[in-house]
């Protein structure tokens, strides 16, 4: 199992620039997540879809919008990049169907926008 | 409000002594769950141990073990023995079962010496 993969690793974007960061996860989890982690700080969510079919808004939702394709994938979406979006994204799963919904992440995905 | 309280940025350790990493919350919800991360600096998030509140013992996995005290609604990371290899960050974290919330402390950056 290759858990939660995230794409791309690396991006650089020039501001107003589109993109949308991909991330499947192969753990059958009914819930993902979007993180940013800042320079020296811990994660703030971003988007969360608690199982598929379903988004909610996190912390710090403006900017991005996200799309809970099936239930493997979850995108996110910067419609036009700015420089404060400069940050690390990280993508989790869990099953919180029962138990203790840890969440498990990918590799992040380190993105600058100039 | 701060949710997830780490007080310390960082700290030193003798390789092969204990370490305690402080962690306090807040939370109204008697249904939380309390987990520790370890980051290092390759950057992927890794799932270390979960408390949940309800739990009467405190939980073990390993070398990690986190200290539990509900009344002082504190969540300590005890790392026993520690390893040139535990030089990382630690982020402790929270989340509220009935209030479907997810919050994560700011870290502390943790450096294990020979």
């Known amino acids: 199992n290759a858990g939660v993969t995230q794409t791309p690793k690396f991006q650089v974007l020039k501001t107003g620039q589109s993109m949308t960061l991909q991330c499947a996860q192969d753990m059958n989890h009914n819930s993902m997540y979007w993180y940013r982690q800042d320079p020296g700080m811990g994660l703030r969510l971003i988007y969360y879809?608690?199982?598929?079919?379903?988004?909610d808004k996190g912390e710090v939702p403006n900017g991005y919008n996200v799309s809970r394709l099936n239930k493997r994938e979850f995108s996110l979406r910067l419609e036009s990049a700015a420089p404060s979006q400069t940050s690390v994204y990280f993508c989790a799963s869990s099953d919180s169907t029962g138990g203790t919904d840890t969440q498990y992440f990918g590799p992040g995905t380190r993105l600058t926008v100039l | 409000a701060q949710k997830i309280t780490q007080t310390q940025p960082g700290m030193f350790v003798q390789e092969k002594e204990a370490v305690t990493l402080d962690c306090t919350y807040d939370t109204s919800d008697p249904s939380y769950g309390l987990f520790w991360y370890k980051q290092p600096s390759s950057g992927e998030m890794i799932f270390l141990i979960y408390?949940?509140?309800?739990?009467?013992q405190n939980a073990t996995e390993g070398r990690y073990s986190l200290n539990f005290q509900k009344a002082r609604k504190s969540a300590n990371l005890v790392i026993s023995a520690s390893q040139l290899g535990d030089s990382a960050m630690y982020f402790c974290?929270?989340?509220?079962?009935?209030?479907?919330?997810?919050?994560f402390g700011s870290g502390t950056k943790l450096n294990v010496k020979p």
């Open positions: 408390q949940g509140s309800y739990d009467q």
């Open positions: 879809s608690a199982s598929e079919g379903t988004t």
């Open positions: 974290a929270m989340r509220n079962y009935n209030f479907n919330k997810f919050y």
